[in-house]
């Protein structure tokens, strides 16, 4: 089993920036591509970024230049920076675990909140 915890969500102005956190542990060495979704009110959740045990990453449009995926392997952690937030990034963000053979994991999520 794979335990998937999130944290660093929060209130933040357009314009600032928060830093998300995704620690992974349990039957890990499976785990070859973690990634961010999220989820704004009414909407269906959505892909956000993702990267690979090779660091290749892959964002949303409307987050290219603004948010970086990153891992820190020796942690089992994966970041989410966020730069320049505007309210439209307003959602709850999931972190997600996908092993070799397709298994997935889900965070709890952590609430994004973007005031203007």
């Known amino acids: 089993q794979v335990q998937v915890v999130e944290s660093g969500g929060g209130l933040v102005q357009a314009g600032g920036s928060l830093r998300l956190s995704c620690k992974v542990s349990g039957s890990i060495f499976r785990i070859n591509v973690m990634g961010w979704y999220r989820q704004a009110p009414g909407k269906q959740r959505e892909l956000v970024a993702t990267i690979t045990s090779g660091s290749l990453t892959n964002y949303t449009d409307s987050v290219v230049g603004r948010f970086t995926i990153s891992r820190d392997n020796a942690k089992n952690t994966v970041y989410l920076q966020m730069n320049s937030l505007k309210s439209e990034d307003t959602a709850v963000y999931y972190c997600?675990?996908?092993?070799?053979?397709?298994?997935?994991?889900w965070g709890q999520g952590t609430l994004v909140t973007v005031s203007s």
């Open positions: 997600n675990a996908r092993n070799t053979i397709s298994q997935t994991y």
